[in-house]
């Protein structure tokens, strides 16, 4: 199946003006990413692979952004980890941390890493599993993301580009944005295959509580418009 989304029901589940999906809408169609349709838009047949599929590839990339997120992690008490492939090599790359956590999670595969570290008291989150990506979405996972307010968040992303940091599955992005709302700083873990790339949900323009960490140096474009906000890039080294 293709399924299609009506302007109205995107400006709905965003909070934003019909005028903006519109706009951002257009974008997307120009760019071969969606098929746009009298009042909406289908998806293309040319999907995101399934995280099973995205773990096996780029792993050297990932390995790498992650050390350095867990290098600039900190003692924090409090952690949320969204859900995808390269946050899912930062939780391996946690899950042997000697100092007491509460990790926050929709993703259960995040959970399973870390559950074996008795520091580690990891809290999963309510709501309506999405098996594709192995995490839960939904209202009852904002609700309960909601509740908290968290020192770091570490989230991936499927695009990053001069607007901000977006996801591909609207769903997920929603939860995503909640996550930023309570966390004082956000840890974007994204590698150079996602520069100037805009997926369908913007999560969030550049803000200087974010870092983008990656394996390479952004764009002059992408950097340009990180700087001007504030926001910080980290640059991971690839072992060799």
Known sequence: ??????????????????????????????SGKINRTY?????????????????????????????????RLGNFDALLIGGG???????????????????????YGVAQELSH????????????FHGKEGLVCGP?????????HVPV?????????REGISEALLSAGQVYQA?????????????SSKFNKRALTLLSSWKSNITLI?????????QSAISESGASVAIAVLES
């Open 39 to 71: 009042g909406g838009a289908v998806r293309m047949q040319k999907f995101e692979p399934a995280l099973s599929e995205r773990l096996l590839l780029k792993v050297q990339e990932r390995e790498a952004i992650a050390r350095m997120a867990v290098e």
């Open 85 to 107: 492939a390269t946050t899912l090599h930062f939780a391996r790359a946690i899950r042997k941390l000697e100092h007491p956590m509460t990790v926050i999670t929709p993703a």
């Open 179 to 191: 996550i930023m709302a309570n966390s004082d700083q956000v840890f974007i873990l994204a590698d």
């Open 153 to 161: 968040a570490v989230l991936g992303a499927s695009g990053v580009s």
């Open 117 to 128: 570290n008795p520091y580690l008291e990891v809290l999963c989150l309510p709501g309506i």
């Open 214 to 222: 990656t394996e390479r140096p952004p764009t002059d474009e992408l």
């Open 140 to 148: 009852e996972a904002i609700k309960a993301i909601e509740r908290f």
């Open 1 to 30: 199946m293709n399924p299609s989304l009506r302007v109205h029901q995107l400006a709905e589940a965003l909070d934003v003006s019909t005028e903006t999906v519109r706009r951002d809408l257009a974008e997307l169609g120009e």
